[in-house]
């Protein structure tokens, strides 16, 4: 059988890039990890400065946001997530995320879906998802001489 032939995997995130949210936020940096176009399941880590605001978004599933440093928040929220706390957002979730001013903030992500950017009237101006993802981490990778890894396999 196939799946005998998956292997546990360690991923080298020193091999990995960093690469601007665009067209977003360009000082916001995310480290794509791995993506699943089978459970549309993508892991990315995000770095931002303490000081930016994404559009506020909508998820169509799960997502598992753990604090490595700085501070943030939802401003749909009354709670604050800094270094060591774990965010569990259920799908169909919708909020607008803000740095605090601590310092940088960095984030581990595992997202399952898509996020649906959404302007001030409700309408749509962006779908991500680990396509997306992988979309611009490859072109990423092109436009800087990088040869890209195959963040789809599951032993790598």
């Known amino acids: 059988m ?3 032939n998956i292997d546990t995997g360690c991923i080298d995130l020193e091999s990995l890039p960093w690469i601007p949210f665009t067209p977003y936020n360009p000082e916001v ?6 993506f699943n176009p089978i459970t ?10 303490g000081d930016m605001e994404m559009p506020r978004h909508h998820h169509s599933g799960t997502v598992i946001a753990y604090t490595l440093t ?16 774990v965010v569990y957002e259920t799908a169909s979730s ?4 803000v740095a605090l001013n601590q310092g940088e903030v960095i984030v581990f ?4 879906g ?6 001030d009237n409700n309408n749509v101006i962006a779908i991500e998802n680990w396509k997306t993802g992988m979309q611009r981490y490859l072109k990423f990778c092109e436009d800087n001489g990088i040869e890209p890894q195959d963040l789809t396999a599951f032993n790598g």
């Open 2 to 4: 196939n799946f005998e």
């Open 40 to 49: 549309g399941e993508m892991i990315v880590f995000l770095k931002a400065p």
């Open 114 to 119: 898509d996020l649906v950017y959404l302007d």
């Open 70 to 85: 700085g501070k943030w928040k939802y401003k749909e929220h009354d709670w604050t997530a800094g270094p060591n706390t």
């Open 109 to 112: 992500n595992v997202i399952v």
């Open 94 to 97: 919708e909020h607008t995320p």
């Open 29 to 34: 940096m995310l480290k794509y990890v791995k």
